[in-house]
């Protein structure tokens, strides 16, 4: 079992969202592939079972910049094999906007074909603890998906 787990950080919350279901999915048994946005091929995602998209969310409800690309390769991509869930920080005080880019790339991969196997899921800045057993639903929601398909 494979997963590629994809964020986008300018302040590290992001990054730490992505770790923590590294860690969880590798407890799992799965291996993982951790990519910063900005290096990261829509393309690649068809070599894993799971992918995990963590972007922010910026300016008003906007998609991160260094992550447009990829979010438009998408659309091109065959990711009909893949079961996805897409995960991130944003701040709750942007009220209809708090997490939008959690919630677009969350419409974009089912666009593209792929099995949404969790909820989208928004955090409020920094994980805290709190925010682990979200997470933790989060990544079993993605394995049951995964289990259903085999
Ligand atoms: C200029 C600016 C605009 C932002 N706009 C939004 C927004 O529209 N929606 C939202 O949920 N968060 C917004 N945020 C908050 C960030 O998404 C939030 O701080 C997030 O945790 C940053 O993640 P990072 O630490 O991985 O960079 C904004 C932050 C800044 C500085």
Do not use: H
Not at 50 to 67: F, K, N, Q, R, S
Not at 88 to 112: H, I, R
Not at 128 to 148: G, N, V, Y
């Amino acid at each position: 079992m494979q997963a590629n787990i994809v964020f986008a950080s300018l302040t590290g919350n992001n990054e730490e969202v992505a770790e923590i279901v590294q860690r969880q999915l590798d407890a799992q048994g799965v291996t993982t592939t951790l990519t910063e946005m900005s290096q990261a091929d829509a393309e690649d995602l068809t070599d894993g079972d799971i992918a995990v998209i963590v972007p922010y969310t910026y300016g008003e409800g906007d998609l991160p910049e260094e992550g447009l690309d990829f979010f438009e390769d998408l659309l091109d991509t065959d990711l009909s094999g893949v079961v996805f869930g897409v995960a991130g920080s944003g701040d709750s005080w942007y009220g209809d906007d708090y997490c939008k880019a959690v919630t677009e790339f969350d419409q974009q991969l089912a666009q593209a074909g792929a099995t949404r196997g969790a909820q989208p899921l928004f955090v409020d800045l920094r994980p805290d603890d709190d925010d682990e057993p979200r997470l933790a639903a989060f990544t079993q929601s993605l394995m049951t998906a995964i289990a259903k398909r085999a």
